[in-house]
């Protein structure tokens, strides 16, 4: 055993110390190479330390899982112009996580078709892809309370807007 072995041996209360001592002085003589107990302090200068990065990734996935009592609803679609009625709206597929049975996402083209209506100035229909994000929401009124759901609808126009998240 040699004297660093044996020192640190004899000090083993003190790893923490050690080990940022050691890197401390390795990044002294070696500022892109030093080892900061794991990655290369070049990587941590760059991207921020471990538990930096940690927080940055959990910020990232946490937008991607669903917050209690928040559903999601992917959907298509169609707005179109029927001559007689006017404006109007056809789901074509609604594939959501409502499994309340509590029928979150019937009246949703209500509010989706308006967002759509700016298409058919020029054409008499517009195929669309939204994500429907919905949550509980309730109000007093002077029937007393009344429930119902807030929506967040965002268009898909790429891959990526699938989980771009809720606003609420």
Same mark, same amino acid.
């Given at each position: 055993?040699?004297?660093?072995?044996?020192?640190?041996?004899?000090?083993?209360?003190? *790893?923490?110390? !050690?080990?940022?001592?050691?890197?401390?002085?390795?990044?002294?003589?070696?500022?892109?190479?030093?080892?900061?107990?794991?990655?290369?302090?070049?990587?941590?200068? $760059?991207?921020?330390?471990?538990?930096? !990065?940690?927080?940055?990734?959990?910020?990232?996935?946490?937008?991607?899982?669903?917050?209690?009592?928040?559903?999601?609803?992917?959907?298509?679609?169609?707005?179109?112009?029927?001559?007689?009625?006017?404006?109007?709206?056809?789901?074509?597929?609604?594939?959501?996580?409502?499994?309340?049975?509590?029928?979150? *996402?019937?009246?949703?083209? +209500?509010? !989706?078709?308006?967002? *759509?209506?700016? $298409?058919?100035?020029?054409?008499?229909?517009? *195929?669309?892809?939204?994500?429907?994000?919905?949550?509980?929401?309730?109000?007093?009124?002077?029937?007393?309370?009344?429930?119902?759901?807030?929506?967040? !609808?965002?268009?898909?126009?790429? +891959?990526?807007?699938?989980?771009?998240?809720?606003?609420?």
């Amino acid at each position: 055993m040699d004297s660093v072995q044996k020192f640190i041996s004899e000090n083993s209360h003190q *790893f923490g110390y !050690i080990m940022q001592e050691a890197s401390r002085q390795w990044a002294a003589k070696n500022p892109g190479g030093a080892l900061t107990v794991g990655p290369c302090k070049s990587f941590v200068d $760059h991207y921020g330390d471990y538990h930096t !990065i940690l927080d940055k990734l959990q910020a990232i996935e946490e937008a991607k899982v669903p917050k209690k009592d928040v559903y999601k609803a992917v959907m298509s679609g169609h707005v179109f112009v029927e001559p007689e009625m006017g404006n109007n709206i056809e789901i074509l597929t609604n594939v959501n996580n409502d499994d309340t049975e509590a029928e979150i *996402f019937n009246f949703v083209d +209500l509010e !989706i078709l308006p967002l *759509f209506e700016h $298409h058919l100035v020029d054409k008499d229909h517009h *195929f669309f892809t939204v994500v429907v994000y919905a949550k509980p929401t309730s109000w007093q009124s002077q029937e007393g309370t009344e429930y119902g759901f807030d929506y967040d !609808i965002q268009e898909v126009t790429k +891959l990526e807007d699938l989980d771009k998240g809720a606003e609420f």
